[in-house]
């Protein structure tokens, strides 16, 4: 891990195929979030037996990703890594280090193990986890909330069953994946630390999150950069402890996809779907005279703001608007137009490529 001074923070850059392998777990079993077939995804699970795909997609409901985990794992740093580790431990631990994340909030993770402790819930616990536990800012629905109590409840039980269930996943996939994207990650991070002499700290996290500005990071004093092939073109962020951030990356070109041997590159499909709907043409010409929370869009549009969230998480995915997050997490956003030319040059390389 190398550093380097930015103004007031310190920035860090950290890198290997670990991170991945869980991100990947989650954008497979969240593949709409990210732009992605279900059918490929849905493929791609089924590769694991049925006790395996059982035992991660109970998880997957609720389980961030582990990122500050994940940033103590002794070099290489890769799936191997990641499972000697979680080997070496109790199974009843497995859980508690893979789900209790640093920033948790306190009384959720006592919560969650007196529930462990004792093997079973109180209804209690119950409603207070329904309320206050959170996965990526929203709270469980019903199956998820199940599938939570359930797996902590059963936490020796589980923990050898997701032991398995990863390691099969590795075997099955993601081992040969570690290969093919160890090129990107690697130009990733020299081209993110060349940037980084050249821009300030909130132009460089805009540049490397296409198009997100995080205000909380202004005054953190330890920032950890990350690149990520599976995450892009989003980012996860994490808070190893106070004062520091943990944020990863999207490392796919454009010209990439996560589908290996993919004709069409999946950034251009996403951006034209993105452009050829009338709804969201309509927020991005808001968007280009003004940045506007998705309620001031929900009012103007006169549409529901479950409605306009979609919408722009399709019009993030495909890089064409900037977000502001807040210290409080309001999210406000504003048209990325720039991203139009990139878009057009795109789509004119393709359609004019020969090498087919």
């Known amino acids: 891990m190398s550093e380097l001074k930015n103004a007031m923070t310190v920035l860090a850059w950290d890198s290997g195929p670990a991170y991945d392998f869980f991100i990947s777990l989650f954008v497979l079993h969240h593949a709409d979030?990210?732009?992605?077939?279900p059918s490929w995804a849905a493929g791609v699970r089924q590769r694991l037996s049925a006790a395996g795909r059982e035992v991660l997609e109970q998880v997957q409901t609720f389980a961030p990703v582990p990122l500050a985990w994940?940033?103590?794992?002794?070099?290489?740093?890769?799936s191997q890594s990641a499972l000697d580790v979680l080997a070496g431990m109790p199974p009843n631990e497995r859980i508690l280090s893979l789900c209790l994340v640093p920033d948790m909030d306190?009384?959720?993770r006592l919560t969650l193990q007196a529930v462990a402790a004792r093997g079973a819930w109180t209804e209690a616990e119950q409603d207070y986890l329904r309320v206050h536990y959170l996965q990526r800012g929203d709270t469980l629905r019903q199956a998820a909330l199940d599938n939570l109590l359930t797996t902590w409840s059963r936490a020796e039980e589980t923990g050898e069953r997701l032991l398995l269930a990863l390691s099969e996943y590795a075997q099955n996939f993601f081992i040969e994946e570690e290969k093919r994207i160890r090129p990107y990650l690697q130009l990733s991070l020299e081209d993110s630390q060349e940037l980084a002499g050249a821009l300030s700290l909130g132009e460089l996290v805009t540049r490397l999150s296409r198009g997100v500005r995080f205000e909380a990071l202004e005054s953190v004093n330890s920032l950890t950069l990350v690149p990520s092939y599976w995450s892009a073109p989003l980012v996860f962020i994490a808070r190893p402890a106070l004062g520091q951030a943990l944020l990863v990356y999207g490392a796919r070109p454009d010209e990439a996809s996560l589908v290996p041997g993919s004709e069409v590159p999946e950034g251009?499909?996403?951006?034209?779907k993105a452009l050829g709907d009338p709804t969201r043409l309509r927020i991005l010409r808001d968007l280009a005279e003004a940045p506007l929370t998705p309620s001031e869009l929900a009012r103007r549009l006169r549409l529901r703001p479950p409605t306009v969230i979609h919408h722009l998480r399709i019009l993030r995915l495909a890089g064409l608007v900037h977000i502001t997050v807040s210290a409080s997490?309001?999210?406000v956003y504003a048209a990325r137009l720039e991203e139009l030319d990139t878009i057009a040059v795109s789509l004119r390389g393709f359609l004019l490529q020969t090498d087919h």
């Open 33 to 37: 979030r990210f732009g992605l077939r």
């Open 106 to 108: 306190e009384q959720v």
């Open 70 to 78: 994940i940033s103590t794992l002794p070099d290489p740093k890769d």
């Open 329 to 331: 997490n309001e999210r």
């Open 268 to 272: 251009l499909v996403g951006a034209l």
